[in-house]
Nanobody, 125 residues
C-alpha cells in the first residue's frame, strides 16, 4: 500500500520561504504523477503544483506561479515544493498527492489515488 508523508510545514512571516517535502513509501515514485494540493477552511482541496513521472512536465496554479518550484527525486522516492515570497493567502493545509494514471493537468481533488495526511502552513506577521 502506497503511503505519502509530508513534512516541512510551519509558521513563516510574509515574504519568507518554506520547503515542503513528501516521502512516498510502499511503491515506486516513478510510477506516479505527483502533486501538491492545499485546502483552506470550508473549501475543497485545490491543486497548487504538479510534476510528471520523469519531471519533464510541471504545472503551477496561477496563485503560486513564479513563487514556487516543484521537484522530485525518484531515486529517493521524494517530492518537494519550494515556496518563496509567501503571502498570507498561502495559509492552508498542504497535501501531497499521487496518481497512477493521468498527467499534470486536469487534476482535481477526486483524481488522486493517494493522499498524505497534510501539513499546516501559516503565513502571518
Amino acid at each position: 500500500q502506497v503511503q505519502l508523508e509530508e513534512s516541512g510545514g510551519g509558521w513563516v512571516q510574509p515574504g519568507g520561504s518554506l520547503r515542503l517535502s513528501c516521502a512516498l513509501s510502499g511503491g515506486t515514485a516513478s510510477s506516479y504523477a505527483m502533486a501538491w494540493f492545499r485546502r483552506t477552511p470550508g473549501q475543497v482541496r485545490r491543486l497548487v503544483a504538479a510534476i510528471s513521472r520523469s519531471s519533464i512536465y510541471t504545472f503551477y496554479d496561477d496563485s503560486v506561479k513564479g513563487r514556487s518550484t516543484i521537484s522530485r527525486d525518484n531515486l529517493r522516492n521524494t517530492m518537494a515544493l519550494q515556496m518563496d515570497n509567501l503571502k498570507s493567502e498561502d495559509t492552508a493545509v498542504y497535501y501531497c498527492a499521487a496518481r497512477l494514471n493521468g498527467g499534470v493537468v486536469s487534476w482535481g481533488e477526486y483524481s488522486s489515488d493517494y493522499w498524505g495526511q497534510g501539513t499546516q502552513v501559516t503565513v502571518s506577521s
